[in-house]
């Protein structure tokens, strides 16, 4: 099991944050000219999460790791670990950015002022962030990010929270949990590096941590599950039509938003 475990961690070193990246930039200028890149992109990005995932899950089923193991197992809350103040701190931050999630969610299908408001949060952060182009435009390309945003809330829980802080607590014991929660949330902001440093490692590293010590504070990953995909559910909602996307979106994308 102990090569298993090296495996993965390799992966999440050097797989996304070099690969992973490469491929992104080329993927920004393929878009410019390739009506089907994002589409590709999306499928290409699916199958580069499960691959991982399927191979820890093969992990569990040949060898001693269990499902539990990787936090797959009924929430439980448990305070010992972290102590009452930190987990019960995350459990507000955590319900908080929920509500607000929901908030915007709910509200964007019913109320025409939250929709506006929502949408021009969304033009203001997206006109000063790298990666813009990754977002769906078309409602084909929101119907793939349903998808896309299920993969990472399931893979990505499972590879960077149950697995990796689990692998990182079985080869180094003597690790206190704050580390194994600061190493797993760097890995994690390291696949998101194809974002930038400060709106991908940075930002990202610090939902690791917030969603690391929320994992520890309730023994599974399910929960974490549910709240990553809204997170990035969310993103497909509004229309991107500031003038930093429509100076990056070829004119077709204009004409055939509804395709």
């Known amino acids: 099991m102990e090569y298993g475990l090296w495996l993965v961690i390799i992966f999440t070193l050097f797989y996304e944050p070099i690969i992973g990246y490469f491929d992104f930039q080329k993927f920004k200028v393929d878009v410019r000219e390739n009506q089907n890149a994002r589409l590709k992109y999306y499928k290409n990005s699916i199958i580069g999460l499960w691959v991982p995932t399927l191979f820890i899950l093969l992990l569990v089923v040949f060898t001693e790791l269990t499902l539990k193991d990787i936090g797959l197992s009924i929430p439980s809350i448990n305070t010992d670990t972290l102590g009452p103040l930190v987990t019960y701190s995350v459990f507000a931050i955590v319900f908080l950015y929920l509500f607000v999630i929901l908030y915007y969610s709910i509200g964007y299908q019913f109320s025409d002022k939250i929709r506006t408001k929502f949408e021009q ?9 790298g990666f813009s182009e990754i977002l769906p ?10 998808y896309v945003s299920l993969t990472a809330g399931v893979t990505e829980e499972i590879i960077y929270r149950g697995f990796l802080i689990f692998a990182l607590n079985y080869l180094f014991p003597n690790f206190s949990v704050w580390l194994i929660i600061i190493l797993s949330s760097l890995l994690f902001g390291l696949a998101h590096t194809y974002q930038g440093f ?62």
Do not use: M
């Open 121 to 129: 949060a969304k033009q203001k952060e997206y006109a000063s962030v």
């Open 137 to 146: 435009v078309t409602n084909k390309e929101k119907k793939i990010w349903n």
């Open 198 to 259: 400060t709106t991908g490692v940075l930002r990202t590293t610090v939902f690791g941590v917030i969603f690391s010590s929320l994992y520890v504070g309730i023994g599974s990953i399910l929960p974490l599950i549910v709240f990553h995909f809204l997170i990035d559910y969310v993103a497909k909602l509004g229309e991107l039509e500031s003038e930093h996307f429509i100076r990056k979106e070829p004119s077709y994308k204009i004409r055939n938003r509804d395709n």
